[in-house]
């Protein structure tokens, strides 16, 4: 109660002095009743403000008193020179801001661990071995028997859970009409309990509704898609849904908390792995596995232990290879199982954008660092305009701790600020950037939670960033010599042999910072321009799936049906979309020969296809409405270089070659022009692509459920047209239905989002970079060009000519600014190797890559330096040497 | 807390033992009531009473109201807390043994 009122004083301090000062009087006033003399009563008090002092401090805190003495007048101070001050807090409050931004999303994707029970026993199952490419590789897929077998092997050491990639799938609370997106798992029955979750409703899966291949057509919801779909209506417990054909029943909610194992993504649906049709299938790796690892159990033995179990799965497996070249299988059983840990999820957004927001994170703290020197340089220049009343505090006995605190305090007002500020820019552009990450239709769902983690970084930022640019001045103006000071002297040079290492300082990062941004913009730049070999103008993809699986006559119906709408120009259907993130390889046999270990990527066509996708023709002909797979085939220039030695293809023959042996056999009858086939960086892919019409051993039709119906329109919206040609292809058949419009030029630029954004920040952060390096520069340079007044003065009077006197101001700082760059080169050289991966047909070395940041410095330099040099050179010697 | 042997002690010592025979009194009054009590040996000086007054007051072993008098002026008046009253009991103990020593050394000597 006592420490409690005692603090309370420190807010009232005025009354307190009031009420003391009132108690004195009305005791003189007594003692004067009493008939004392008025005069000699008030003597007796002595000194009356010590006494007040004296009482002040027993009734309150008196640091907690002096610190808020100073924080107002460190507040007056700062009124007192809004424009600086303002220049400050923005600078600073961009870099703080920026920071905490970006700390929001490291921390959301890559630090924050799943909100499960004792997450740090998790780890992710993953092999690693070298691939068909020759690469080392690693895959955390798995195949449900070969997770069955580790799972009884590991069972003393390790609970083994199976946890499907999650999928956005299409599901149905009503009619075929109503068909939705949702986010779906399949997770083993034991995840819920391994993991310690509670239900929010109803119930969650048990070992017991993991049994059956087929036979547990449960499905338990996500809290938030509960919420955001339902409304949190607790009567959906047993409604039913359907979704692949199966319909599904809702048995429970899961807790609050829990979205799902795969940071950016919220999993809506979660079902047991036995509903997937792959749970009995050898050859299909369609689960990730997690681990609990037992407290006190080792990891490498475990592991070995599972690499075992894993490769005697895969040995039994590969007797059947009798088509694969020897080196891939004995890669293939090579590979080492990995544990890795797990604790924070697993994703592809995780493994995607570790890298680019490590980078993302230094540019930032470099920006800070930048806005740091600024305001240091700023507050020595103040607390040179201040040293007199420094002097005068020490004169009159102020310690030296307390002048560190008067400064610091200062320093502190203009951090928080900034940090409210930048708080509220980081809570802008955290989701900006997070909806930047993904296209629309597929947004990222990252939650970002401003919760302690985020309050205690921001705190810890603005306390650090306060010392960084506070405490240098600070001890500076405390260790102030009253005599030297008052008397208008000391050395001013040492005040600006600070400011100038600051100012190589921050040339030094920003160089770095701009070099970086060179060069995430130029790999952006020659990415996005890659020729893709087609045409996506006006293209648009529509995902199209069957109730039951549909005749190849039926889907050209729906063809053709789309080809009389107005607006459309062609139509095809193909397998996939290029680019659209769905690949499908095989080894090829050429004349029977044993294939060599190169794949070839496959796309089933309809007629019209390369027509529609203005894909040239170099040889032979089109597929024909008679052409079937296996039959016909049109391969693309690298295939025929690969497998062909470059001859002309057309009438020469391939068989497609199965790992378990037969296969399909093909004659060739087109050659067509290279195009991009999966990703935008990797060289251009031997392709070959089979006529949609696919007949099977007994050479009838083969019935399809899903295609991609590629319109090529002649608006220049094709996207306006999505929802009408939806409606269309109902039209067209029944049975049919669009599950997702997407526009080719969407699909091309889904490659390059993560470039882009890195370009987009970097460059962002660059010009904020030169900005800041800039304003703090001019103020360097204004702040010596004013102190140095009378020297300039006097050597233009003795006829010094402007340029010499332009050359004595700038020359020191120039040099700094020289140095500067020259070490932010050598920094950047050296950070070029963590960012190497995230770079394309771009080298450090490229003196294009050099000169653009060099000139962008010194062009900003010379901006920077022009006004305080033009008010040194008008000088005027009279005017200065008569006001001394 | 003061030492056991300063003079602040015995001020402390003296202002408790006032207030607890009188209380509700203002500054003035526990200073002319010390002098009174003591005949007139023991002057105390405002300059050490009030900051004494107030440092107890945030000790929480008096507590001190203001009140406002017929003439219309304001005065504060202090009484004893229940802790000033185990405080005294302490002070009050502590001197005798203090002057018991004195005492007892001015009669070996």
Known sequence: ?884 | MPKPDSLQGSLDLLVLKILSRQPRLHGYAIMTSIQARSGEVLRVEEGSLYPALHRMEEAGWIRAEWVTKENGRRSRLYELTAQGQKQLAAEESRWAAVTAAINRVLRTV
């Not at chain 1, 008196?62 to 020179?81: E, T, Y």
């Not at chain 1, 020297?791 to 006197?805: F, K, N, P, S, T």
């Open chain 1, 1 to 884: 109660m006592s420490l409690w009122s005692r603090i309370a004083n420190v807010f009232r301090g005025d009354r307190l002095s009031r009420e003391i000062d009132e108690e004195l009087q009305s005791h003189i006033e007594e003692a004067t009743e009493q008939g004392r003399d008025p005069a000699e009563a008030r003597r007796a008090f002595g000194a009356a403000l010590q006494l007040r002092e004296e009482s002040r401090d027993a009734k309150l805190i008196p640091w907690l008193d002096s610190l808020r003495a100073d924080a107002i007048f460190g507040w007056r101070q700062l009124k007192k020179n809004k424009v600086a001050s303002a220049a400050a807090i923005l600078s600073l409050a961009l870099g703080i801001g920026a920071c905490t931004g970006a700390f929001r999303l490291i921390d959301a994707l890559l630090l924050r661990p799943l909100p499960v029970a004792a997450p740090e026993q998790l780890y992710a199952l993953a092999r690693q071995g070298v691939g068909p490419e020759g690469k080392l590789e690693t895959f955390d897929g798995w195949a449900y028997p070969a997770f069955q077998l580790m799972r009884a092997a590991a069972k003393d050491q390790a609970e083994l859970v199976a946890i499907s990639y999650s999928d956005r799938t299409d599901v149905t609370y009503g009619s075929d009409q109503e068909f939705e997106k949702a986010y779906r798992q399949y997770v083993s029955g034991r995840m819920f309990s391994s993991f310690g979750l509670r239900p929010a409703l109803g119930r969650l899966f048990t070992e017991s509704d993991d049994v059956k291949p087929g036979g547990h057509p449960y499905a338990v919801l996500s809290y938030d898609y509960w919420a955001h779909r339902f409304g949190k209506d607790s009567k959906v417990i047993g409604r039913t849904f359907r979704m692949d054909k199966s319909l599904y029943q809702i048995v429970g909610v899961g807790p609050e908390s829990f979205t799902g194992t795969e940071p950016g993504t919220t999993t809506d649906i979660f079902i047991p792995t036995m509903m997937h049709p792959g749970a009995v299938r050898r050859d299909s790796t369609w689960i990730r596995t997690l681990a609990r690892v037992k407290p006190g159990v080792a990891l490498e033995p475990l592991a070995v232990k599972l690499g075992a179990v894993s490769r005697a799965f895969e040995e039994d497996r590969a007797k059947s290879f009798t088509n694969m070249p020897e080196k891939e299988i004995e890669n293939y059983l090579n590979q080492k199982v990995l544990l890795e840990p797990a604790a924070r999820g697993v994703s592809d957004l995780q493994s995607d954008y570790r890298r680019p927001l490590a980078a993302l994170a230094v540019l930032v703290a470099l920006v800070l660092l930048i806005a740091c020197a600024n305001v240091a340089n700023l507050m020595t220049a103040q607390a040179a305009a201040r040293a007199r009343e420094m002097a005068l505090r020490v004169s009159i006995g102020a310690g030296r701790a307390r002048l560190v605190q008067l400064v610091l305090l200062e320093s502190a007002w203009l951090a928080l600020l900034a940090a409210a500020l930048g708080a509220a820019f980081a809570g802008w552009s955290a989701p900006l950037i997070v909806s930047m990450i993904n296209p629309p239709d597929n947004p990222v769902h990252l939650l970002l939670p401003a919760d302690w983690r985020v309050l205690g970084f921001g705190l810890v930022l603005t306390v650090a960033v306060t010392l960084l640019f506070g405490l240098a001045p600070a001890l500076r103006a405390s260790a102030i010599k009253p005599v030297s000071a008052l008397k208008g002297g000391e050395d001013p040079h040492a005040r600006r042999r600070l400011m100038h290492a600051l100012v190589g300082l921050q040339t030094a990062f920003c160089f770095m910072v701009l070099f970086v941004a060179g060069l995430f913009v130029a790999t952006f730049e020659r990415l996005s321009h890659q020729p893709t070999g087609f045409s996506a103008d006006r293209v648009l993809t529509l995902e199209t799936v069957t109730e039951s699986p549909q005749s190849p006559d039926n889907w050209e119906q729906v063809a053709e049906h789309l080809r009389g709408v107005s607006g459309v120009e062609k139509v095809a259907i193909a397998s996939s979309a290029l680019l659209g993130g769905w690949s499908w390889n095989n080894f090829i046999s050429v004349n029977r020969a044993p294939p060599k270990g190169v794949l070839a990527y496959l796309l089933s066509a309809s007629p019209g296809w390369i027509d529609a996708m203005r894909i040239p023709l170099i040889a032979g002909r089109d597929f024909r409405a008679g052409d079937t797979c296996p039959g016909s085939a049109l391969v693309n220039q690298t295939f025929a270089k690969e497998f062909f030695n470059g001859e002309n293809p057309v009438g020469k023959q391939f068989d497609m070659v199965f790992d378990e042996g037969g296969g399909l056999h093909f004659e060739v009858v087109g050659l067509v022009r290279d195009v991009r086939y999966r990703s935008m960086r990797e060289p251009i892919l031997p392709q070959a692509y089979f006529p949609f019409n696919a007949v099977d051993d007994k050479s009838a039709l083969r019935a399809r459920d899903y295609g991609m119906l590629i319109v090529r329109t002649s608006v220049a919206n094709p996207l306006a047209m999505g929802s009408m040609l939806r409606r269309e292809v109902v039209r067209a058949r029944p049975g049919f239905r669009v599950t997702n419009v997407r526009t080719q030029t969407e699909i091309n630029e889904s490659h390059t989002l993560r470039e882009c954004l890195l370009a987009r920040l970097a460059l962002f952060f660059g010009l904020v970079a030169l900005l800041l390096a800039g304003v703090g520069l001019y103020g360097v340079l204004d702040y010596s060009v004013l102190q140095r007044r009378r020297e300039i003065g006097i050597r233009m009077a003795l006829g010094a000519q402007a340029g010499d006197v332009a050359r004595r101001v700038t020359v020191e700082v120039f040099s700094m600014v020289l140095a500067g760059a020259l070490a932010g080169l050598a920094l950047g050289m050296a950070a070029v190797r963590y960012i190497e991966s995230l770079l394309y047909q771009v080298k450090a070395t490229d003196p294009a890559m050099l000169a653009l940041p060099a000139l962008a410095i010194f062009a900003a330099a010379l901006l920077a330096a022009l006004p305080p040099v033009i008010h040194a050179v008008q000088t005027d010697p009279l005017t200065v040497l008569r006001s001394e």
